[in-house]
């Protein structure tokens, strides 16, 4: 990896946070970078090369939107590398089976998503991008700044990449702990370890916190940061108690890029200087995000619709950040839960609403998940209690689901309880989502 890159990268990411004074003068920069990034594309990626055919690159803004079906449909004429997908996604499964995730195709890191959203995606990076993604990574998630020596970040993730490697310096030791290793065995790596970073699914900085709780560990991070699952209050209210901090910080990452991250006061800030986030409204502050990622050249992200949902933050942040603040990301659009009004007409309902209903209905309950069956609208809910507190905690859940619908006027569906159990070995968490009907 470029370490010269990577620091200069560090530096600049660094000096952005507070380099715009005003949203106009920041928009007028990156609408220049933009228009210079795909410039660049246009010339070197077949796929945009005819996509973008005769349009005025002033207009970009106003460009055709793909998604990751036509992302992965077009990958080996979208990318500007030659790879093939084929190759690249043989090497990348193959990763996922054997664990070892070093081998590169043409001297790319290549790696796959862990398909939250129905479909898994793929993701190629250059060295140079690696080490433009672990300098920005760095400064805007490192406790200390990258100066100080003596730090230890631990990652608890589904896979490891070529992208993690590059974090490793002579300041900063890095280690991945593969959550399909037995738990015992990774407990004790951590004790040893003795991070003062600690990055993991909120899944399983959930059961970090029980293991604390419990005596079971002792270590604490300066810093705790929950990626690639939404991090719900009830949640981050434990780890940050089971820790002894103020707060869980977030890092906000998909195959399309590295899009945020909590500032000190604990906000999630978009990464507005280096993609373009444009907004498909859902109102109440909600919005789909729109993704041009004006470094990566390799794998280009441009005018790319995500299947998340965001919610803006309504109050300027204190830290006086420039960049877009969120309140939450609420989860993958398949997450909506589609109900039927009284009067006729279906409606689709954020899982907030549903996760509010459920959690505050009764004090014992500790995980949940809610499924909506595809055939009959009726909810799957899956409750985590005390055992002499189940069928009490379940009665007081559907009363209080029944009280949202009459409220909201829609009708009730069937309901259905049953156990919580995690989930599988380096599977994401996903509390609400909608199943789709299986192809005959």
């Given at each position: 990896?470029?370490?010269?890159?990577?620091?200069?990268?560090?530096?600049?990411?660094?000096?952005?946070?507070?380099r715009?004074?005003?949203?106009?003068?920041?928009?007028?920069?990156?609408?220049?970078?933009?228009?210079?990034?795909?410039?660049?594309?246009?010339?070197?990626?077949?796929?945009?090369?005819?996509?973008?055919?005769?349009?005025d690159?002033?207009n970009?803004?106003?460009?055709?939107?793909?998604?990751?079906?036509?992302?992965?449909?077009?990958?080996?004429?979208?990318n500007?590398a030659?790879?093939?997908?084929?190759?690249?996604?043989?090497?990348?499964?193959?990763?996922?089976?054997?664990?070892?995730?070093?081998?590169?195709?043409?001297g790319?890191?290549?790696?796959?998503?862990?398909?939250?959203?129905?479909?898994r995606?793929?993701?190629?990076?250059?060295?140079?991008?690696?080490?433009?993604?672990?300098?920005?990574?760095?400064a805007?998630?490192?406790?200390?700044?990258?100066?100080?020596h003596?730090?230890?970040?631990?990652?608890?993730?589904?896979?490891?990449?070529?992208?993690?490697?590059?974090?490793?310096?002579?300041?900063?030791?890095f280690?991945?702990?593969?959550?399909?290793?037995?738990?015992?065995?990774?407990?004790?790596?951590?004790?040893?370890?003795?991070?003062?970073?600690?990055?993991?699914?909120?899944?399983?900085?959930?059961?970090?916190?029980?293991?604390?709780?419990?005596?079971?560990?002792?270590?604490?991070?300066?810093?705790?940061?929950?990626?690639?699952?939404?991090?719900?209050?009830?949640?981050?209210?434990f780890?940050a108690?089971?820790?002894?901090?103020?707060a869980?910080?977030?890092?906000?990452?998909?195959?399309?890029?590295?899009?945020?991250?909590?500032?000190?006061?604990?906000?999630?800030?978009?990464?507005?200087?280096?993609?373009?986030?444009?907004?498909?409204?859902?109102?109440?502050?909600?919005?789909?995000?729109?993704?041009?990622?004006?470094?990566?050249?390799?794998?280009?992200?441009?005018?790319?619709?995500?299947?998340?949902?965001?919610?803006?933050?309504?109050?300027?942040?204190?830290?006086?950040?420039?960049?877009?603040?969120?309140e939450?990301?609420?989860?993958?659009?398949?997450?909506?839960?589609?109900?039927?009004r009284?009067?006729?007409?279906?409606?689709?309902?954020?899982?907030?609403?549903?996760?509010?209903?459920?959690?505050?209905?009764?004090?014992?309950?500790?995980?949940?998940s809610?499924?909506?069956?595809?055939?009959?609208?009726?909810?799957?809910?899956?409750?985590?209690?005390?055992?002499?507190?189940?069928?009490?905690?379940?009665?007081?859940?559907?009363?209080?689901?029944?009280?949202?619908?009459?409220?909201?006027?829609?009708?009730?569906?069937?309901?259905?309880?049953?156990?919580?159990?995690?989930?599988?070995?380096?599977?994401?968490?996903?509390?609400?989502?909608?199943?789709?009907?299986?192809?005959?």
């Amino acid at each position: 990896m470029n370490s010269l890159r990577l620091l200069w990268s560090y530096a600049r990411a660094r000096r952005n946070a507070g380099r715009w004074k005003t949203r106009e003068a920041l928009e007028r920069w990156q609408d220049t970078a933009v228009r210079r990034h795909l410039a660049w594309v246009r010339r070197h990626s077949p796929y945009y090369q005819e996509l973008y055919a005769g349009l005025d690159l002033r207009n970009w803004r106003d460009f055709p939107i793909i998604g990751k079906t036509e992302m992965m449909g077009n990958f080996s004429r979208l990318n500007t590398a030659g790879l093939d997908l084929g190759e690249a996604l043989r090497v990348a499964q193959r990763a996922e089976e054997t664990r070892d995730f070093l081998p590169m195709v043409k001297g790319l890191t290549v790696g796959l998503s862990s398909g939250t959203s129905g479909s898994r995606g793929l993701f190629a990076a250059s060295a140079a991008e690696r080490a433009e993604w672990a300098g920005t990574l760095l400064a805007r998630v490192l406790p200390r700044g990258l100066a100080a020596h003596g730090q230890r970040a631990a990652l608890f993730l589904r896979s490891n990449s070529n992208l993690y490697r590059s974090i490793q310096s002579r300041r900063l030791s890095f280690r991945y702990f593969d959550l399909l290793r037995p738990w015992e065995e990774l407990l004790e790596q951590l004790e040893a370890f003795a991070p003062t970073l600690l990055v993991a699914p909120p899944s399983a900085l959930r059961r970090l916190a029980e293991a604390r709780a419990a005596g079971r560990i002792s270590v604490r991070p300066d810093k705790i940061c929950a990626a690639a699952e939404v991090l719900e209050p009830q949640d981050a209210a434990f780890i940050a108690a089971a820790f002894g901090h103020r707060a869980v910080h977030g890092i906000y990452q998909a195959t399309e890029g590295f899009l945020g991250a909590t500032c000190a006061y604990g906000t999630m800030h978009l990464n507005e200087d280096v993609a373009v986030i444009q907004r498909e409204e859902l109102g109440e502050g909600r919005f789909v995000p729109i993704i041009t990622d004006f470094r990566r050249r390799t794998q280009p992200v441009i005018r790319h619709r995500l299947n998340d949902v965001l919610r803006e933050r309504r109050t300027p942040c204190p830290c006086g950040s420039l960049f877009t603040a969120l309140e939450a990301v609420e989860g993958r659009c398949d997450d909506l839960l589609v109900f039927e009004r009284v009067g006729g007409g279906t409606v689709e309902i954020f899982p907030d609403f549903i996760r509010l209903a459920v959690i505050t209905a009764h004090p014992a309950i500790e995980e949940y998940s809610v499924v909506q069956d595809p055939e009959n609208g009726g909810l799957r809910v899956a409750l985590k209690t005390p055992l002499p507190m189940a069928g009490e905690a379940a009665r007081t859940v559907e009363q209080s689901l029944h009280r949202f619908w009459k409220n909201q006027r829609f009708r009730p569906v069937p309901l259905r309880f049953g156990p919580w159990s995690p989930p599988e070995p380096g599977q994401k968490l996903r509390r609400i989502l909608r199943t789709v009907p299986q192809l005959p």
